[in-house]
Nanobody, 117 residues
Framework: QVQLVESGGGLVQAGGSLRLSCAAS????MGWFRQAPGKEREFVAA????????KYADSVNGRFTISRDDVKNMVYLRLNSLKPEDTAVYYC??????????????WGQGTQVTVSS
């Protein structure tokens, strides 16, 4: 059983930055999804724990960076150049790379990111 605990969300102005953290209780490929009000949950970024591959949604590529800390068993999502349309609840996820929705085994509880214009 993998337990995911997220932290780091908050309110930030457009153009600002945040770092989200996810503490995992097991070593597995991990990633981030987000869900804005009235919209479906969408993929943001994924990290292949064994091979080190990463992938990003086109909407965040070049602005967001996913990384890991092997010692602490943590996964991070650095959000730079934030836009109001990045406002959403961000969910940490664990499963099998490339972490399409059907490959997710575990979800975190979510952390709110709000970007003001």
């Amino acid at each position: 059983q993998v337990q995911l605990v997220e932290s780091g969300g908050g309110l930030v102005q457009a153009g600002g930055s945040l770092r989200l953290s996810c503490a995992a209780s097991g070593r597995t490929s991990m990633g981030w999804f987000r869900q804005a009000p009235g919209k479906e949950r969408e993929f943001v970024a994924a990290f292949d724990w064994s091979a080190g591959f990463t992938k990003y949604a086109d909407s965040v590529n070049g602005r967001f960076t996913i990384s890991r800390d092997d010692v602490k068993n943590m996964v991070y999502l650095r959000l730079n150049s934030l836009k109001p349309e990045d406002t959403a609840v961000y969910y940490c996820a664990a499963g099998t790379y490339p972490l399409t929705t059907t490959l997710i085994k575990y979800w975190g509880q979510g952390t709110q990111v709000t970007v003001s214009s």
